[in-house]
């Protein structure tokens, strides 16, 4: 079946240091982005990747860094710069960007607690 | 302002209830319109498109009113499975998707 992959579902963090989340999608979706999800809040774009070896920043880029080294795979990587990391973290791909109406489809999240 | 904002609710209704969420923008080149519904500790799951026209599906009909720069979300008959989190999802031109805190709902027996 197809569908978008994220992992791990909880992850703990100790001050200063660095956690990769996973998302890998097998739609063959050109688009991927990952967001930020606090509670009572609406989801915040972090970055985000129109085509492979490409990505941009989002809204609330900082202390966050991302690769797209392949058209399956978006990882997220939290830095020990970023000041607030403890989050559910949710990332989504779709297709068709910029042209027409696109659907994302969304993994299942990342919840990432600072410890 | 900001670019996308929605009633955070909580909207507190009976079963068999008709309840509606507004959601309003603020960029007027936006272009796709969606709403999207979220369950607790879930990832957000699309609910439906909003065209031009207004569109419905079973008991979920949507409008989406350009010149005031809104869109809506109208529930029939409520259950007590349509309860949730509701957020609308606005694309501006080129790519910027931007999503609403959300509207809660709950429904209650």
């Known amino acids: 079946d197809g569908g978008i992959t994220q992992s791990p579902k909880y992850l703990f963090r100790k001050e200063g240091q660095n956690v990769t989340l996973s998302c890998e999608q097998n739609?063959?979706?050109?688009?991927m982005y990952w967001y930020r999800q606090d509670p009572g809040q609406g989801l915040r774009l972090i970055y985000y990747?129109?085509?492979?070896?490409?990505?941009q920043k989002g809204d609330i880029a900082e202390g966050y860094s991302v690769s797209r080294e392949k058209k399956e795979s978006f990882p997220l990587t939290v830095t020990s710069a970023q000041k607030n990391p403890t989050a559910f973290y949710l990332c989504?791909?779709?297709?068709?960007?910029?042209?027409?109406?696109?659907?994302?489809?969304f993994g299942q999240g990342t919840r990432l607690t600072v410890v | 302002r900001k670019e996308v904002e929605q009633d955070p609710g909580p909207f507190n209704v009976p079963e068999g209830a008709t309840v509606a969420f507004n959601c309003t923008y603020s960029?007027?080149?936006?272009?796709?319109f969606f709403w999207y519904r979220q369950d607790c500790r879930k990832e957000p799951k699309l609910l439906m498109s909003?065209?031009?026209s207004g569109n419905e599906d079973g008991r979920f009909t949507a409008q989406l009113n350009r010149a005031s720069q809104y869109i809506s979300l109208l529930i029939r008959d409520s259950k007590l499975s349509d309860s949730a989190t509701y957020l609308c999802?606005?694309?501006?031109?080129?790519?910027?998707?931007?999503f609403g805190a959300g509207t809660r709902l709950f429904v209650k027996a």
């Open positions: 989504a791909s779709s297709d068709q960007v910029g042209r027409t109406l696109a659907e994302a489809f």
């Open positions: 739609l063959n979706h050109d688009a």
């Open positions: 990747s129109q085509i492979v070896n490409d990505f």
């Open positions: 960029n007027s080149a936006s272009q796709s």
């Open positions: 909003v065209y031009s």
């Open positions: 999802v606005v694309i501006t031109g080129g790519f910027k998707t931007i």
